[in-house]
């Protein structure tokens, strides 16, 4: 996968300290730094306020990182997962911000700035505070740009508004954005036949001006093979298409859904070891495509491997405080109960 993405011509690659229990930045040394010479590629991972608690753990965590990469610099480094309170009251006072800078003065980072999960409210406080920050990163596709907890294009306005580069996260949001019900399906592909349902989504938000780079979090080499393909022969959106995927928007926003992108930030901590992700997957596709064989069947199969099951919950609240969609998951972990656990 990397190499067939480097022989596009594309070379940006995201990871993060915490990522996959910490093995994401070891598979980028493996995957990329050792087979790549440095100047070809440019690499980005993260700082997490959760790991720290002095400020002596910035550059503990940061010269594992280096290790951990192979590198003696990154191309870009974020802080990760600003939102309101939290992890933005650590960062600040951590003295992030200025420690950030200091690295790219010596050289260690080459572009600094951070991930966002928070209130527009709180993106224009943080960029107020800290105009020093060169790009910021946030959640956006079609299917957020009005949600009410997300703000997509609140977010997006703000940013595009001040001329601050985005990088684009869950542009198909965690897989849900590539898999619609049939009908929806059949609009997309009665306008462009060839194009898959998740080309559309990434094409919306390459589509707008000051996205710098969209990130995607792809598992096959079908699917980075189709997202290559959509971008070696990109086609912003036309107003045609536009109307499209707002019709699309429109009919999918009015099945219930749970907005959950699988970040697993909650699965770690769960004292019942419940795969809180997967337990909504299986809900959403419920929901999705009135089919209950199916999601019940993988719902089994989660359980199977040993995972508690959604009535296992035992509402301590770990999960709701790491969360980066606020999602009530206590609630959700009920009600997905009534319908998994019968």
Same mark, same amino acid.
């Given at each position: @996968?990397?190499?067939?993405?480097?022989?596009? !011509? @594309?070379?940006? %690659?995201?990871?993060?300290?915490?990522?996959? +229990? !910490?093995?994401?930045?070891?598979? $980028?040394?493996?995957?990329?730094?050792? /087979?790549?010479? #440095?100047?070809?590629? @440019?690499?980005?991972? =993260? *700082?997490?306020?959760?790991? @720290?608690?002095?400020? &002596?753990?910035?550059?503990? $965590?940061?010269?594992?990182?280096? &290790? #951990?990469? !192979?590198? &003696?610099?990154?191309? %870009?480094?974020? *802080?990760?997962? $600003? &939102?309101? !309170? +939290?992890? +933005?009251?650590?960062?600040? /006072?951590?003295?992030? %911000?200025?420690? +950030? *800078?200091? =690295?790219?003065?010596e050289g260690k980072i080459r572009h600094f700035g951070f991930s966002f999960h928070g209130s527009p409210v709180y993106l224009t406080k943080v960029l107020d505070a800290h105009p020093e920050v060169e790009f910021v990163q946030i959640q956006l596709n079609y299917a957020d740009w009005t949600n009410p907890v997300v703000r997509s294009g609140e977010l997006y306005e703000i940013l595009h508004s001040r001329n601050i580069p985005m990088i684009i996260m869950e542009p198909v949001k965690g897989g849900t954005l590539a898999a619609l019900k049939p009908e929806l399906e059949e609009m997309y592909r009665a306008a462009r036949p060839s194009a898959s349902v998740a080309s559309w989504a990434l094409r919306f938000v390459g589509s707008l001006p000051g996205v710098m780079t969209i990130l995607s979090g792809m598992s096959t080499e079908e699917q980075i093979n189709d997202n290559i393909g959509t971008f070696i022969r990109f086609e912003p959106l036309s107003e045609e298409e536009k109307e499209l995927v707002n019709k699309v928007r429109t009919i999918m926003l009015n099945v219930p859904q749970i907005g959950c992108t699988s970040c697993r930030y909650c699965t770690p901590g769960c004292p019942m070891n419940i795969s809180i992700p997967d337990v909504f997957r299986a809900v959403n596709t419920m929901n999705l495509y009135g089919d209950v064989f199916r999601p019940k069947a993988f719902y089994g199969g989660v359980v199977g491997q040993g995972h508690g099951r959604a009535s296992d919950c035992i509402a301590c609240g770990q999960c709701e405080g790491v969360c980066p969609q606020h999602l009530p998951i206590i609630k959700l972990l009920k009600d997905a109960s009534g319908k998994l656990d019968t």
């Open positions: @996968m990397v190499d067939a993405y480097m022989k596009a !011509g @594309m070379n940006y %690659f995201d990871t993060a300290y915490v990522y996959h +229990g !910490g093995n994401s930045e070891k598979a $980028i040394r493996e995957a990329l730094v050792q /087979r790549y010479p #440095r100047d070809q590629f @440019m690499l980005a991972t =993260k *700082l997490p306020a959760w790991c @720290m608690k002095e400020p &002596e753990d910035r550059d503990r $965590i940061f010269n594992e990182q280096l &290790e #951990r990469c !192979g590198v &003696e610099y990154f191309d %870009f480094y974020l *802080l990760h997962s $600003i &939102e309101d !309170g +939290g992890n +933005g009251e650590t960062y600040e /006072r951590l003295d992030c %911000f200025n420690w +950030g *800078l200091k =690295k790219k003065a």
